[in-house]
C-alpha cells in the first residue's frame, strides 16, 4: 500500500508556480521521498528525491518539512508540458538495492493557458 | 541511448490466446520491473528481477501470468490464456543500482493490451 496521501487534482496557471503536497506521516528514518510523473499515454518519469534537506534540479525543487511528515514538490514556472499525474512515494534510499516503486493515487495537476 | 524498449505498443486479442510482451531494458542496467495500470487499480508491481533473476512474483495474478528474463537484455511477460479482464497497459521499467540513494527507474513507452 501507498505510504503517501495527496489531492486528487490541482490546476495551475501557466508561467506560475505549482506547489503540489503529499503527506507522509508514517515515513520511517531511513526513508526518501521520491517525486516522479506521468504524462499521459507515457511511461512515469522520475523527477527528484530526497531524505531531510531540500533538493533542487533541473526539473523541480523538494521541500521536506523538519519533522519529515510532508513535503512540497514546486514546479517553478509551470508549462503545459507539466500537465501530468505526480506521484509521491516513500522508499527506502540508501543500501536498499533496486526495489520496485509501491504507487498511489497521485495528483493530477492540469496547467492552464 | 534508445531508453527501455517495449513491443508491440498495442496487442488486441481474443479471449483465450496467449499473449507475450517484450522488454529490452537500458544496456547495463540490473534490474528489471514489470507493472501494470488499470483505472481501477492504478499502477502496480507484477514482477521484478535483480541480475536476471526474479526477486518478487507477488504482484502476479495468478497462474495464467508467467516472466521470463533468460538475459540482461531481455524480458518477456506471457498470459495464457488471456481473459478480458487482463485488458491494461503494461510497462516495463529499468534500473541500474551502484550502491547510491537515487535508485532511478526508467520506464518504457508501455504496451497497451486489449482482451476481446
Known amino acids: 500500500d501507498a505510504k503517501t496521501t495527496q489531492p486528487p487534482s490541482m490546476d495551475c496557471a501557466e508561467g506560475r508556480a505549482a506547489n503540489l503536497p503529499c503527506n507522509h506521516s508514517?515515513?520511517?528514518?531511513?526513508?526518501?521521498v521520491y517525486w516522479y510523473r506521468q504524462i499521459h499515454s507515457q511511461g512515469p518519469q522520475y523527477i527528484i528525491h530526497?531524505?531531510?534537506n531540500n533538493e533542487t534540479n533541473e526539473m523541480a525543487s523538494l521541500i521536506i518539512t523538519e519533522d519529515r511528515k510532508s513535503s512540497t514538490l514546486i514546479l517553478p514556472h509551470a508549462t503545459l508540458r507539466d500537465t501530468a499525474v505526480y506521484y509521491c512515494?516513500?522508499?527506502?534510499?540508501?543500501?536498499?538495492?533496486?526495489?520496485?516503486?509501491?504507487f498511489g493515487k497521485g495528483t493530477r495537476l492540469s496547467v492552464i493557458a | 541511448d534508445a531508453g527501455v524498449i517495449q513491443s508491440p505498443r498495442h496487442e488486441v486479442t481474443e479471449m483465450g490466446q496467449e499473449v507475450t510482451l517484450r522488454c529490452k531494458p537500458i544496456?547495463?542496467?540490473?534490474?528489471l520491473f514489470w507493472y501494470r495500470q488499470t483505472m481501477m487499480r492504478g499502477l502496480e508491481l507484477l514482477i521484478y528481477?535483480?541480475?536476471?533473476?526474479?526477486?518478487?512474483d507477488s504482484g502476479m495474478p495468478e497462474d495464467r501470468f508467467s516472466a521470463k528474463m533468460p538475459n540482461a537484455s531481455f524480458s518477456t511477460l506471457k498470459i495464457q490464456p488471456s481473459e478480458p479482464r487482463d485488458s491494461a497497459v503494461y510497462f516495463c521499467?529499468?534500473?541500474?543500482?551502484?550502491?547510491?540513494?537515487?535508485?532511478?527507474?526508467?520506464f518504457g513507452p508501455g504496451t497497451r493490451l486489449t482482451v476481446l
Open positions: 544496456s547495463g542496467h540490473n534490474s
Open positions: 508514517t515515513i520511517s528514518g531511513n526513508e526518501y
Open positions: 528481477f535483480n541480475n536476471n533473476v526474479p526477486i518478487d
Open positions: 521499467a529499468s534500473s541500474l543500482w551502484s550502491g547510491g540513494d537515487r535508485n532511478e527507474q526508467f
Open positions: 512515494i516513500v522508499r527506502v534510499g540508501r543500501n536498499s538495492g533496486n526495489t520496485p516503486l509501491v
Open positions: 530526497g531524505l531531510k
